[in-house]
């Protein structure tokens, strides 16, 4: 007969095994994804604690898996952030004049984009979670391509206006998606460092953005500049979409080109997050806890105050650029060093979070807004023909990247719960999305080159944001104490037991935050 440690890990994978007489930990609704749960209770019996990998093997396996996801999502990022500033510079090679755009409508036409985003994000977070991932990224990337390609020939603003929505709407997958992809195969501690990573390639976007720019301002051909803009671009969007259906996985139970041996280790690491992996049947009381976790709110304001600053410079950067002075070439050139130094400061924000001691994510986040208001606050004050000196200072601005990078380590590190966590990450876009609405509305024309009400609301934003960042760390760690006091109870009645078998036992189950009794929040 099996003994008692054998038959613990063999029910692993598949009931809670604590008392029923606390629902809060034990409830019989709760139950494990067993699509692949004879892989997770063989990880779990083959690992069964973490000084059973050994860390020269885990650093190799490590690197490994590095290269299979990080390359991939990065240059998903990448074609996502050109995507984005497609509008930008169509702006400076004359789609305002070839389409008429007057008033507000080159401002409505950088807003409506996210109001596809806003209808759309939370549903299709919630086909995501049924929906193999990868596969479900991938057709979004098409279609997305697919759709900046039709802009090509659009020919007034009412038409361009319905395939700017249907875009943002096929794009509202892509941030939770890439977040999901990072908790589903790395620890919390590997989190921030990997988030910067494909986070950067937001600045090679901004910088590539600009190279492909002046390439497409140099073509001499029958259409217009911005034609060969949307063209173009949509049609490598829609190719690398087809591209990344072949090569990025759905799961750490199924990745390519790793041994059985290997998938076991990238299961087992995952013990320690205790925020589950994959859970494909949505679990609607946990969209109700997401909604009553004031956290969630926090979460989405800080994504709401993240997006003014972003939504602006996504859409006005080469106006405002082009403003110092500069002539339309030369102005997407001048995009380059910006995308570079956004690179350069989400790198700097990862090295600043992996030599600091623990818990000292929020403290690097408020760090990195320092120059970002230094910058809008110079860029405000600076004499008007100080040009260079104003170039500068909205180069710095772009240091609040690196916190939010962080910032979204917090999101993923500190929500349990499969349905849960998609909400949670849809949420945080949809305030991003209402920030990225408003945003090109306080760049006004009547205030070109200067947009000082545009710059004014970067300011204030990154403000906001810097409290909010002391705000979650006193709420993570006034969290992590009640979780002490729950867990010293429920010990001294005998309910659960400080072992390796207790995380074993709640590590995968599709527990929230909030259930789990062995979660830690970090901050």
């Given at each position: 007969m099996a003994n008692k440690d054998e038959l613990t890990r063999m029910e692993v994978c598949d009931t809670i095994h604590v008392e029923q007489s606390h629902p809060s930990i034990r409830d019989p609704e709760i139950q494990v994804d067993q699509t692949h749960?004879?892989?997770?209770?063989?990880?779990?019996q083959l690992f069964p604690d973490d000084d059973s990998i050994d860390k020269a093997t885990e650093r190799k396996l490590r690197r490994k898996l590095d290269w299979h996801i990080l390359p991939l999502l990065g240059m998903c990022y990448f074609f996502y952030y050109v995507d984005k500033t497609t509008m930008s510079y169509a702006a400076i090679f004359g789609i305002k004049d070839d389409l008429k755009l007057h008033g507000t409508q080159y401002s409505w036409l950088s807003s409506v984009f996210y109001f596809g985003w806003l209808i759309w994000s939370i549903p299709s977070n919630l086909i995501m979670q049924r929906s193999p991932p990868s596969w479900y990224l991938s057709i979004n990337i098409f279609l997305w391509g697919a759709l900046l390609m039709c802009q090509t020939a659009a020919g007034n603003f009412t038409v361009l206006v319905v395939l700017r929505v249907l875009s943002g709407a096929f794009e509202a997958i892509a941030d939770p998606a890439f977040m999901l992809f990072t908790s589903m195969f790395y620890t919390r501690e590997e989190q921030p460092s990997r988030i910067s990573a494909w986070y950067a390639w937001n600045g090679i976007g901004v910088a590539g953005g600009g190279l492909i720019g002046y390439g497409i301002g140099q073509i001499q051909g029958t259409l217009p500049a911005w034609r060969y803009e949307f063209l173009i671009i949509g049609a490598?969007?829609?190719?690398?979409?087809?591209?990344?259906?072949?090569?990025?996985?759905?799961?750490?139970?199924?990745i390519?080109?790793?041994?059985?041996?290997?998938?076991?280790?990238?299961?087992?690491?995952?013990?320690?997050?205790?925020?589950?992996v994959e859970h494909h049947k949505v679990e609607w009381y946990q969209i109700k806890e997401a909604l009553l976790d004031y956290k969630t709110w926090l979460f989405m304001l800080m994504g709401f105050v993240s997006a003014v600053p972003n939504g602006g410079i996504s859409n006005f950067s080469t106006l405002v650029i082009k403003g110092l002075g500069f002539d339309t070439l030369h102005t997407a050139l001048l995009g380059i060093p910006q995308g570079v130094l956004v690179s350069i400061w989400i790198g700097l924000g990862a090295l600043a979070n992996h030599y600091m001691p623990p818990n000292s994510r929020t403290l690097v986040c408020a760090a990195f807004m320092l120059p970002t208001i230094a910058g809008a606050l110079g860029f405000l004050l600076a004499p008007a023909d100080a040009y260079v000196g104003r170039l500068i200072c909205f180069y710095l601005t772009g240091s609040y990247q690196a916190s939010f990078v962080i910032c979204l380590s917090l999101i993923t590190s500190n929500t349990g719960g499969h349905s849960k966590k998609m909400i949670v990450s849809g949420i945080i876009w949809f305030g991003s999305c209402i920030g990225s609405i408003s945003s090109p509305f306080f760049y006004k024309t009547s205030q070109a080159p200067t947009y000082h009400l545009g710059i004014g609301s970067l300011l204030v934003s990154n403000v906001i944001e810097l409290a909010l960042f002391f705000v979650l760390r006193s709420a993570f760690k006034w969290e992590n104490r009640q979780k002490e006091k729950k867990r010293a109870t429920l010990q001294d009645t005998g309910d659960i037991k400080n072992s390796r078998e207790a995380l074993n036992i709640t590590a995968f189950q599709n527990l929230t935050d909030k259930e789990n009794p062995n979660f830690v929040y970090c901050y």
């Open positions: 749960a004879e892989i997770y209770r063989e990880a779990l490598l969007c829609a190719s690398w979409g087809i591209v990344l259906a072949f090569l990025l996985p759905n799961s750490p139970t199924t390519r080109n790793f041994t059985h041996q290997e998938r076991l280790m990238l299961i087992a690491r995952m013990r320690h997050n205790q925020t589950g």
